[in-house]
């Protein structure tokens, strides 16, 4: 911790007029009333996809039937792996679905034939392909399910993966979050139910619309360059001064 000095504080006063550039969308999160004007929503950050091809065995299957539900977990681990995947299974009740195993440590098993397995495959070109995304609520997952324009169920572990579930239940594309550490069937087919209503799809087409409208990446440098033409950085000698004083 840095001891209370004037020096700091004035520090400190001078660093909370720098624009801080949040990668979060004003889609799922308007700016809180009470954000300092220094902090901006810029929108998903997103690096350009170079051109993807998926195998042969993705591409047979999604070309075999009706879009799919995703299931992925990303990096979540620590949780009862097999019950969580048989319960799964048993809610989706032989519907086609995708599943991608991630970090968890969940084997593929015996899977009925309703379900595939993937590898890692780039959010952006598979979720627009799917029906819903099963996921863990990370900030990035969610904000890529959303933006594909797909409804959410999520099941949160930790950290701000809560915070993501209520927020795309609040605007409509999710059920509330499912519990993961104790999984119930008929938790998870109530959620996927809720899922395929027409009202909830339209929701996540509009939302992914204006997702997808957003620049994140031009937004943030467009700040930056704001600050740097309106504003001298102190540095060297400078800095020290204004410290100083």
Not at 99 to 104: A, C, K, L, R
Not at 132 to 150: D, L
Not at 172 to 182: Q, Y
């Amino acid at each position: 911790m840095w001891p209370v000095r004037s020096s700091n504080c004035r520090c400190a006063k001078w660093y909370g007029r720098i624009t801080r550039c949040c990668t979060v969308s004003r889609a799922l999160l308007p700016t809180p009333a009470d954000w300092p004007t220094n902090a901006r929503l810029c929108g998903q950050w997103l690096v350009p996809s170079p051109a993807w091809t998926p195998p042969p065995a993705l591409a047979n299957f999604l070309a075999a039937g009706e879009a799919p539900i995703y299931i992925g977990f990303g990096s979540m681990t620590g949780f009862d792996n097999a019950r969580l995947l048989d319960v799964l299974i048993e809610a989706v009740a032989g519907r086609r679905a995708l599943f991608y195993p991630g970090w968890s440590g969940i084997g593929p098993k015996d899977l009925p034939e309703n379900v595939s397995v993937v590898d890692d495959t780039p959010h952006d070109w598979l979720f627009p392909r799917t029906s819903a995304v099963i996921h863990h609520g990370g900030s990035g997952t969610s904000h890529s399910a959303a933006r594909a324009g797909v409804p959410s169920i999520v099941i949160p572990f930790a950290g701000d993966q809560f915070f993501w579930a209520e927020r795309l239940r609040f605007v409509g594309v999710s059920p509330a979050a499912v519990d993961g550490r104790r999984p119930k069937a008929k938790a998870f087919a109530a959620a996927l139910d809720f899922a395929a209503e027409a009202s909830v799809r339209n929701s996540a087409r509009i939302l992914g619309e204006t997702m997808r409208a957003e620049s994140g990446v031009v937004d943030a440098v467009s700040a930056l360059e704001r600050i740097m033409l309106n504003h001298r950085v102190p540095t060297g000698n400078a800095f020290k001064d204004l410290v100083n004083k």
